[in-house]
């Protein structure tokens, strides 16, 4: 069994920072890509970063400059630090880890269970 953790959303200013945390635990042989995604009320859930096991980064052009996405695979965990916060970030992230189970040769995609991230003006 696969769980994944998802930890330091929260109320900023705007301007202000945050740092999330996704941590994943269970029967794990690998991670390959770990990833971002954030979803407002009333709109559709979007990608916001993505790093792979080579460390590739990718992210959306709206918070290009602002986020950054990092990983540590001794803990099985992707963070997410976010500078210079707008209103427009507020939104529940959730975190996506594609993950290889021992013994098995497809990767299977598990989901974060969501942190609110409100920015204030």
């Known amino acids: 069994q696969v769980q994944l953790v998802e930890s330091g959303g929260g109320l900023v200013q705007a301007g202000g920072s945050l740092r999330l945390s996704c941590a994943a635990s269970?029967?794990?042989?690998?991670?390959?890509?770990m990833e971002w995604y954030r979803q407002a009320p009333g709109k559709q859930r979007e990608l916001v970063a993505a790093?792979?096991?080579?460390?590739?980064?990718n992210y959306a052009d709206s918070v290009k400059g602002r986020f950054t996405i990092s990983r540590d695979n001794a803990k099985n965990t992707v963070y997410l630090q976010m500078n210079s916060l707008k209103p427009e970030d507020t939104a529940v992230y959730y975190c996506?880890?594609?993950?290889?189970?021992?013994?098995?040769?497809?990767?299977?995609?598990?989901w974060g269970q969501g942190t609110q991230v409100t920015v204030s003006s």
């Open positions: 996506k880890q594609s993950i290889l189970p021992p013994g098995d040769l497809i990767e299977r995609d598990y």
């Open positions: 269970g029967s794990i042989f690998s991670i390959n890509k």
């Open positions: 790093i792979t096991n080579g460390g590739t980064t």
